[in-house]
């Protein structure tokens, strides 16, 4: 009893190891090649001459690149945290006793920044996007599929806190207030999957950050042509949509509400067919194909004919001006005999309800033929894909982009 005693004393505990369930997305990584591509990269950066401080140890070059892809795995929002952090997941991670250092990682992310780094990273990204999602099938469906596929493009703003004055811009997240901070171009596909993320100046419009993003992401890719975008209400502008037009581009956004007034506004406006219903069963939304001639300010005899899904919001309405009189007398309404208001038996009525319209919202296209219904999804599923769209990896993987695009030192 005594020896059987001893020996299971004498065996191990189970140890409490915490974030063992990112071992699957560490299993990614390597799987996707994802660390493989990273890891050349950056060992071509640092063989350069002009590149002095960088690691040419590839086992050490990995340890810091996962290092900084599992920050947000290990519940840390940047590099800083890595001051106080005494956790054990990045060790299991990496493969080391003991995380890195705050000073040791930031070293490394400013030689990144110094050797410009950054531009051929972002290169590296999209060349795995591409191969990860688009690249499994044979040549003639690829070429199939950039004709029908999807890519969405959204513009973003960061704040950045900093001792220097740094250009500003609207922070949405933020509640609008302009701050100093970093303009991003998010690239992603139909499926929510992450393509490329581009960083900027915080001042930078979004029309100036998304004809350079098209074009490196068909120069790193081999991509002929990305043939169908979706772009958000801040590319609405006349001589963005012309140019992409002339690209032989079809471009999806929204009409701002200072462009139209109501359905007058547009002409050949379609049949109302059904787009969205409550649990009712009750039609709350209609649409409608029509058109739209926009004003270019460059060509005022030239406008650029786009082509609507007109939908009509019943949820939402809108008073109409013409009812909506401030000169008119209150007792316009009322009949003459009750008009008395001094006399003792005199009561007050209701006024009549205001006149009130549905919401309009124009989705437009430089496309000539559409079908209102299919371009009225196309739009409207950029807000459901992208809040579900990013894995891990490829999360980390843009965080990473982001913060080396913080570091460039021209502002």
């Known amino acids: 009893m005594e020896r059987a005693r001893e020996k299971k004393l004498a065996e191990s505990q189970p140890v409490w190891q915490e974030g063992i369930g990112s071992l699957l997305l560490l299993a990614t990584a390597h799987q996707t090649g994802l660390l493989a591509r990273l890891r050349t990269t950056i060992q071509?950066?640092?063989?350069?001459?002009?590149?002095?401080?960088l690691p040419l140890n590839l086992a050490v070059i990995e340890r810091l690149v996962l290092?900084?892809?599992?920050?947000?795995?290990?519940?840390l929002a940047r590099t800083w945290d890595l001051r106080t952090y005494t956790g054990t997941m990045l060790a299991l991670l990496t493969g080391r006793g003991c995380a890195y250092s705050y000073a040791y990682v930031e070293q490394f992310l400013s030689r990144l920044a110094h050797a410009q780094a950054d531009e051929r990273l972002t290169d590296a990204m999209a060349q795995w996007t591409w191969a990860l999602w688009h690249d499994e099938q044979p040549q003639e469906e690829q070429e199939q599929e950039e004709q029908r596929a999807v890519f969405y493009v959204a513009g973003h703003r960061k704040a950045v806190y900093s001792d220097v004055l740094v250009p500003r811009g609207p922070v949405g997240k933020l509640g609008g207030k302009i701050l100093g901070g970093r303009a991003l171009v998010v690239l992603h596909d139909d499926e929510g999957h992450?393509?490329?993320s581009t960083t900027h100046?915080?001042?930078?419009?979004?029309?100036?950050?998304?004809?350079?993003?098209?074009?490196?992401?068909?120069?790193?890719?081999?991509?002929a042509h990305l043939d169908y975008l979706v772009v958000d209400r801040e590319g609405m502008?006349?001589?963005?949509?012309?140019?992409?037009?002339?690209?032989?581009?079809?471009?999806?956004?929204?009409?701002?509400?200072?462009?139209?007034?109501?359905?007058?506004?547009?002409?050949?406006?379609?049949?109302w067919v059904p787009w969205r219903s409550d649990r009712q069963g009750s039609v709350v939304c209609e649409v409608a194909v029509a058109r739209f001639q926009l004003a270019r300010p460059s060509q005022p005899d030239q406008p650029l004919a786009l082509r609507v899904a007109l939908i009509r919001n019943w949820r939402k309405r809108i008073v109409c001006e013409a009812?909506?009189?401030?000169?008119?007398?209150w007792q316009a309404d009322v009949a003459p005999d009750q008009q008395q208001f001094w006399e003792p038996e005199w009561q007050a009525t209701p006024a009549p309800p205001a006149v009130t319209r549905p919401k309009l919202i124009p989705v437009v296209t430089t496309a000539a033929e559409v079908d209102a219904v299919e371009l009225a999804h196309t739009y409207f599923r950029r807000w459901t894909r992208p809040g579900r769209m990013r894995s891990g990896i490829g999360l980390s993987l843009s965080i990473w982009i982001r913060i080396m695009g913080m570091r460039k030192s021209p502002w």
């Not at 290092?67 to 519940?75: E, G, M």
């Not at 009812?323 to 007398?329: K, R």
């Open 44 to 53: 071509g950066v640092a063989t350069a001459a002009s590149s002095r401080g």
């Open 194 to 196: 992450p393509s490329l």
């Open 67 to 75: 290092t900084l892809l599992f920050l947000p795995v290990a519940s």
């Open 323 to 329: 009812g909506t009189d401030e000169g008119e007398p």
């Open 201 to 223: 100046r915080g001042d930078q419009h979004l029309t100036l950050g998304v004809p350079p993003l098209l074009q490196r992401y068909e120069q790193a890719t081999d991509i």
């Open 237 to 271: 502008a006349a001589e963005f949509l012309f140019q992409l037009h002339s690209e032989g581009r079809r471009v999806v956004t929204l009409l701002k509400v200072n462009q139209y007034e109501d359905e007058g506004s547009f002409t050949e406006v379609g049949e």
